[in-house]
């Protein structure tokens, strides 16, 4: 079946830092990839996607490229603010089953 | 934008009582979804629906069950609610046609306290 592993949190950062959180999955075929982000006392929002190998999806100065050879999706930004801070999760989707698959969530805190 | 209204933010409710969890969405999608998020654990699906009067069992059904009478509404029923079963709850929506551009939209949340 499909599988996503993320990075342990928390994960805490000082502004303006540069921010990787990795994301690796298993999934048959060819899946859809995303991120998305959780903001305290909300839902969640999707961040970003990409749907074949080799893209590269980006949002908010965020970005995270589909790699098949790593079966990997790490969300990047170069300079984080306070705002950023939140729960990220990423998750994937396979044609033909809308049903996601999670991980289970990094939860970032920036300081100023 | 699709807005997924779920019908309280925080929810009290002593063991053993049946609790009803509401969600409406506005965008006539015909897929809608109830998850469970605990920490360390991320999301987990309950049970899901792709059409009225229609459910499916998600992960983690057990003590649960749905309700889709209509299109817009997808409620979730704890039966005889249990303290395992404090968690937070998410509504979400999908359409069928292009779900895989814009997967899920979800709502706020509720967050249920059984005692």
């Known amino acids: 079946g499909n599988s996503v592993t993320q990075m342990e949190g928390p994960v805490t950062l000082s502004e303006e830092a540069f921010l990787t959180i990795n994301c690796t999955y298993t999934?048959?075929?060819?899946?859809?990839l995303f991120w998305y982000v959780q903001y305290p006392g909300e839902g969640l929002q999707l961040l970003l996607k990409?749907?074949?190998?080799?893209d590269k999806g980006s949002n908010k100065g965020f970005e995270a490229t589909y790699r098949k050879e790593t079966t990997s999706f790490h969300l990047e930004k170069g300079s984080v603010q306070v705002s950023d801070s939140a729960v990220y999760f990423c998750a994937l989707v396979n044609f033909g089953n809308e049903k996601l698959t999670f991980g289970t969530g990094t939860r970032l805190t920036i300081i100023p | 934008d699709v807005k997924v209204t779920q019908s309280s933010r925080y929810l009290v409710k002593r063991t053993g009582e049946k609790v009803f969890l509401e969600c409406v969405q506005d965008m006539d999608h015909e897929n809608m979804f109830w998850y469970r998020q605990d920490p360390g654990l991320g999301l987990r699906l309950i049970y899901f629906?792709?059409?009225?009067?229609?459910?499916e069992k998600g992960d983690i059904p057990e003590g649960y069950s749905v309700s889709r009478e209509k299109k817009e509404r997808f409620s979730l029923i704890l039966e005889s609610a249990s303290t395992n079963q404090t968690s937070m709850y998410l509504c979400?929506?999908?359409?069928?046609?292009?779900?895989?551009?814009?997967?899920?939209?979800f709502g706020n949340g509720t967050r249920l306290t059984v005692t």
């Open positions: 999934a048959t075929g060819y899946p859809s």
């Open positions: 990409a749907t074949k190998a080799d």
């Open positions: 629906s792709y059409d009225v009067k229609m459910k």
């Open positions: 979400a929506s999908s359409p069928t046609a292009g779900w895989e551009n814009s997967p899920l939209h």
